[in-house]
C-alpha cells in the first residue's frame, strides 16, 4: 500500500503541477488561442523526445569529460554545461520543426513564448517523475514531498522559462523584417534560454554546499519569469491594438458588422458572448463564435504582417481567404 501511494505521489507531484502552469499560460493566449493539437504536440515533445534524445547525448559526452577530470568536476561541468546545452537544444528542435511546418501559427512574440513554455512544461513534468522515483526509493515519502515542494513549486516555472526563451528568439525573428534581427534573435533567445539553465543549475550545485548560491537561483529564475510575463502582458495588449486597428477597414467593407467588430476587440465581451450562448445549450453556435473570432483575428494579424512585409503575396492571398471565410461565418454566430 505505501508503495502504491508513493507512486501515485510521484505521478501526481511530477505532472498535475506542470499541466495547470500549462493551462495558466495557454489563457494569456487570449485573442488567438493556438491549436490544440499543436499545443498538445509541444508538451509531449518536451516530455518524450527531448528527455530521451538528451540523456542519450549526455550520456555520450558524459564519457570524454569524465575521463579528463575528477568525478565532482564532472558532475559540475555536466549539470552547468552539458545539462543546458544538449536540454536546450533538443527542447528548442521542437520549436525549429514548428517554425518550418508551421510557420503561420507564429505571428507574435506571444506565440513563441506559449510553445517554448509547453515544451518546457513538459519536459519538467517527466523530469520531475524521474528525480521523484529516485527519492522515493532513497528517502521514503518526506524526501519526495520536500524535492517536489522545490522542483514543482520554488523552482516549477525553470524549464518553462529557459525554452520559452528560445522561443520568444524565433518568434522575434520569424516575425521581424530586420535582418540582424532575424538571424540574430533566435540564436540569441537559444543561448539566453541555455544561461540562464546554467546559471540556475550551478547555483543549485554550489547551494547545496554553501546555501547562499541559491539566492542566486532564485533571482535569476524569477526574475527571467518577471521578463518573460513583461512580455507576454506587452504582446497581448498589442495583439488587441492590431485587432483594433485592422479590422475598422473590414467593417467598412462589410466583412463583419460593427457589432461584431466591438465585441471580437474585446477579449471580455468574447468571453461573455461565447458563455451566454453555451448556457443556452446551442453548442455549435458556440464552436461557430470561437472559430469566427479566431479568424477574424489572424485576419488582423496577416494584415499587421503585410505592413511589415508588403512583397510577401502568400500573406496577401491569405488574407483574401480569411476574409472570406469570416464574411462567410458573419451570418452563422
Given at each position: 500500500?505505501?508503495?502504491?501511494l508513493g507512486i501515485l505521489l510521484v505521478l501526481a507531484?511530477?505532472?498535475?503541477?506542470?499541466?495547470?502552469?500549462?493551462?495558466?499560460?495557454?489563457?494569456?493566449?487570449?485573442?488567438?488561442?493556438?491549436?490544440?493539437?499543436?499545443?498538445?504536440?509541444?508538451?509531449?515533445?518536451?516530455?518524450?523526445?527531448?528527455?530521451?534524445?538528451?540523456?542519450?547525448?549526455?550520456?555520450?559526452?558524459?564519457?570524454?569529460?569524465?575521463?579528463?577530470?575528477?568525478?565532482?568536476?564532472?558532475?559540475?561541468?555536466?549539470?552547468?554545461?552539458?545539462?543546458?546545452?544538449?536540454?536546450?537544444?533538443?527542447?528548442?528542435?521542437?520549436?525549429?520543426?514548428?517554425?518550418?511546418?508551421?510557420?503561420?501559427?507564429?505571428?507574435?512574440?506571444?506565440?513563441?513564448?506559449?510553445?517554448?513554455?509547453?515544451?518546457?512544461?513538459?519536459?519538467?513534468?517527466?523530469?520531475?517523475?524521474?528525480?521523484?522515483?529516485?527519492?522515493?526509493?532513497?528517502?521514503?515519502?518526506?524526501?519526495?514531498?520536500?524535492?517536489?515542494?522545490?522542483?514543482?513549486?520554488?523552482?516549477?516555472?525553470?524549464?518553462?522559462?529557459?525554452?520559452?526563451?528560445?522561443?520568444?528568439?524565433?518568434?522575434?525573428?520569424?516575425?521581424?523584417?530586420?535582418?540582424?534581427?532575424?538571424?540574430?534573435?533566435?540564436?540569441?533567445g537559444l543561448l539566453a534560454g541555455m544561461a540562464a539553465?546554467?546559471?540556475?543549475?550551478?547555483?543549485?550545485?554550489?547551494?547545496?554546499?554553501?546555501?547562499?548560491?541559491?539566492?542566486?537561483?532564485?533571482?535569476?529564475?524569477?526574475?527571467?519569469?518577471?521578463?518573460?510575463?513583461?512580455?507576454?502582458?506587452?504582446?497581448?495588449?498589442?495583439?488587441q491594438r492590431w485587432i483594433t486597428t485592422y479590422l475598422?477597414?473590414?467593417?467598412?467593407?462589410?466583412?463583419?458588422?460593427?457589432?461584431?467588430?466591438?465585441?471580437?476587440?474585446?477579449?471580455?465581451?468574447?468571453?461573455?458572448?461565447?458563455?451566454?450562448?453555451?448556457?443556452?445549450?446551442?453548442?455549435?453556435?458556440?464552436?461557430?463564435?470561437?472559430?469566427?473570432?479566431?479568424?477574424?483575428?489572424?485576419?488582423?494579424?496577416?494584415?499587421?504582417?503585410?505592413?511589415?512585409?508588403?512583397?510577401?503575396?502568400?500573406?496577401?492571398?491569405?488574407?483574401?481567404?480569411?476574409?472570406?471565410?469570416?464574411?462567410?461565418?458573419?451570418?452563422?454566430?
Amino acid at each position: 500500500m505505501a508503495i502504491l501511494l508513493g507512486i501515485l505521489l510521484v505521478l501526481a507531484a511530477g505532472i498535475l503541477p506542470m499541466a495547470v502552469y500549462a493551462l495558466i499560460l495557454w489563457w494569456f493566449d487570449r485573442y488567438e488561442k493556438e491549436p490544440l493539437g499543436l499545443l498538445i504536440a509541444a508538451f509531449l515533445w518536451g516530455a518524450i523526445p527531448a528527455i530521451i534524445f538528451s540523456l542519450i547525448a549526455q550520456l555520450v559526452l558524459d564519457i570524454p569529460i569524465s575521463y579528463f577530470v575528477s568525478p565532482a568536476a564532472s558532475d559540475l561541468v555536466g549539470s552547468v554545461l552539458i545539462a543546458p546545452l544538449t536540454e536546450e537544444i533538443f527542447k528548442g528542435a521542437a520549436l525549429l520543426l514548428l517554425l518550418l511546418l508551421f510557420r503561420r501559427e507564429i505571428d507574435s512574440p506571444l506565440d513563441g513564448i506559449i510553445y517554448g513554455g509547453l515544451v518546457g512544461f513538459g519536459f519538467a513534468a517527466v523530469e520531475n517523475v524521474l528525480y521523484f522515483s529516485s527519492e522515493l526509493a532513497e528517502s521514503g515519502l518526506g524526501g519526495v514531498i520536500f524535492l517536489a515542494i522545490l522542483r514543482a513549486f520554488v523552482f516549477g516555472f525553470n524549464h518553462a522559462l529557459f525554452t520559452g526563451l528560445t522561443g520568444l528568439g524565433l518568434a522575434l525573428g520569424r516575425t521581424s523584417p530586420n535582418k540582424l534581427v532575424k538571424v540574430g534573435a533566435p540564436v540569441a533567445g537559444l543561448l539566453a534560454g541555455m544561461a540562464a539553465h546554467g546559471i540556475h543549475n550551478g547555483s543549485v550545485s554550489l547551494g547545496a554546499e554553501l546555501c547562499w548560491p541559491c539566492l542566486v537561483a532564485f533571482a535569476s529564475d524569477y526574475g527571467g519569469v518577471l521578463i518573460l510575463l513583461a512580455i507576454i502582458i506587452w504582446s497581448s495588449v498589442r495583439e488587441q491594438r492590431w485587432i483594433t486597428t485592422y479590422l475598422v477597414e473590414e467593417v467598412e467593407l462589410g466583412t463583419l458588422s460593427q457589432k461584431d467588430y466591438d465585441v471580437v476587440c474585446s477579449y471580455l465581451e468574447r468571453v461573455a458572448v461565447r458563455m451566454n450562448v453555451l448556457f443556452s445549450g446551442d453548442f455549435r453556435r458556440w464552436w461557430n463564435l470561437g472559430r469566427y473570432h479566431r479568424l477574424a483575428t489572424e485576419l488582423a494579424f496577416n494584415k499587421h504582417r503585410l505592413t511589415l512585409f508588403p512583397t510577401e503575396e502568400n500573406t496577401r492571398a491569405h488574407i483574401v481567404e480569411l476574409r472570406r471565410q469570416v464574411a462567410g461565418l458573419g451570418d452563422t454566430p
